[in-house]
């Protein structure tokens, strides 16, 4: 494999994708097993989001389409699942700047939402915020959790874009 990354393979880049995803979603894992931090129902819903990114970057490098057309798909349907982890993202971004005083109160966890509603009530119920998901636990290098995943959104979007639709 070449050592520039911008000329691998779109194999290799979906590769790479699918193992970034899997490293992210292993590192969340490890902090709410082990550090003993619980996610609140935004970050579940970020993690469902590299869930679905990471099964397109999967299904990408098995496939490996030979075809421009092919190949477009793929970078189109990767940067559309990391489009999904980028509103989700945003918006948690976006509760945990608000003052204090905006901040939404706690309501019930996710699993008591998903028993008494249907899948509409929960995403309105989950996007309309709750004080949980303004708490920031957790920092690296200034940002929170919430941003950081958005990064990784946007970097893993952009990247699936490149693959997709750079000349060959």
Known sequence: MRANPFAWSFRAQFAFGFLACVGLLAYALYLQYWQYLDPCPLCIFQRYAFVLLAVVFALGAIVGPARPGGRKAFGLLAFASAAIGIGIAGWHVYLQTLPPSDV??????????WQTNSLGGVLGKVFTGSGECATIDWTFLGLAMPAWALVWFVILGAGALWAGFRAR
């Open 104 to 113: 939404p109160a706690c309501g019930p966890g996710l699993e008591f939402l």
